[in-house]
């Protein structure tokens, strides 16, 4: 990393492999995909046991389009082999474990060599490079620190850049702002949501969010929020991705351009494919993100299967980088309820309340059985100034969303205007669905 930076002492991106000619990013992804490849089977039985089922050996690779032949590794199988069952390092190898608890069932862990480290911060000094952050910015870093990647992968990499890392994890809003105004923030990396209840408190407590650049992720968010976060704030607003499986936030970032998600190809291999047949779809195809780790050394994961559901975008981008880029995830293939027969995304819903004047876009959507159907109500928070108003806007605001939830999914729900800050604000990553049909 020391070669990237410019005799003044700067982080320079353009030496980064973010623009590496194609040909040349090739010969080094196949190379450590070899290599990667190599050390799983070596090392960890269940890539052993499903490579010798198939006749595969690791010199069953020698190109990059040998990966399709390779089993696909799902989260199950972290589950199955909780807690350190596909680790490819002795134990005094690893220096850090990290968890993630997801939605259901056992939580999965996740480990990092020293090197491991190294390269997590290298993507994320990338990340940050790519979303404008430079040396003498000032980053308020409200991920949750902790099991959670989040914290701890932007807190390293904030260093890395050499810009000044605030440390404050998630929660305690008044003091969120307090030090945003008082340490001169810059920066500020959160989830979208919890972004949204901080402008929320800030209008509340007249103290401005002053900031430059906001660095989101780790939840799905759509193009109208970020619409609306520049346009409320002014700042520009950055979405990241990453999964701890592969690594934790920096597998793929935007730039300048804001047209997607460049991913750091030269250690996370990507590929599309179809969720229902497994076959691998050519660039320009939406479908699920399947990645592979091209440096892992703790944990490689072969053809991981994200369950995001996304598009490779294999175009040349204005802001230079060779890296491909994916489209903003807005949804995950196992997010999707079925309601009257209708497939359903969060996403969309969102899509269709952010066309309405007079809501916050703070919402839920709860999903309940009556005599063996199913209900999807979406209650949606209306602004102040429409809630205190007279009952003739409710009136209308209601009416509004109730048609373009119809627009956007082909059925009525029902819609309940619920007060201002009536419902639960997350600090972390926002829980959209209510699914109370099981119960
Ligand atoms: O959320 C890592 C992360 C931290 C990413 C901070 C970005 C910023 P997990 O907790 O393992 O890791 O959750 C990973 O979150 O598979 C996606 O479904 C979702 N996700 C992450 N980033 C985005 C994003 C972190 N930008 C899961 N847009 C992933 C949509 C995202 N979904």
Known sequence: ???????????????????????????????????????????????????EERKLTPASIRGLEDLQQLPFTVKNDLRDTYPFGLFASPMEEIVRLHASSGTTGKPIVVAYTREDLQVWQEVIVRTLASCGVHRGDVIQNAYGYGLFTGGLGLHYGGEGLGATVIPISGGNTERQLMVMQDFGVTVICSTPSYFLHLIEASQAMNKPVGVRVGVFGAEPWSESMRQRIQADTGIRAFDIYGLSEIIGPGVGAECQAQAGLHIFEDHFLPEIINPDTGKVLPDGTEGELVLTTLSKQAMPMIRYRTRDVTTLVSEPCSCGRTLRRIRRIERRSDDMFIIRGVNVFPSQVETALLQVEGTLPHYEIVLTRDKGLDQMDVRVEVTPEVFSD??????????????????????????????????????GKAKRVVDKRKL
């Open 1 to 51: 990393m020391s070669t990237w930076n410019d005799p003044a002492g700067g982080f320079l991106a353009v030496s980064t492999p973010d623009y590496l000619p194609r040909a040349r990013l090739a010969e080094i992804q196949l190379q450590r995909l070899r290599s990667v490849v190599t050390r799983a089977y070596e090392r960890v039985d269940l890539f052993r046991l499903r490579m």
């Open 390 to 427: 007279k009952m003739r806007s409710l009136e209308a605001v209601h009416r509004k969303l109730g048609d373009a939830i119809e627009h956007v999914l082909g059925i009525r729900v029902s819609v309940s205007l619920v007060e201002p800050r009536s419902i639960a604000r997350s600090e």
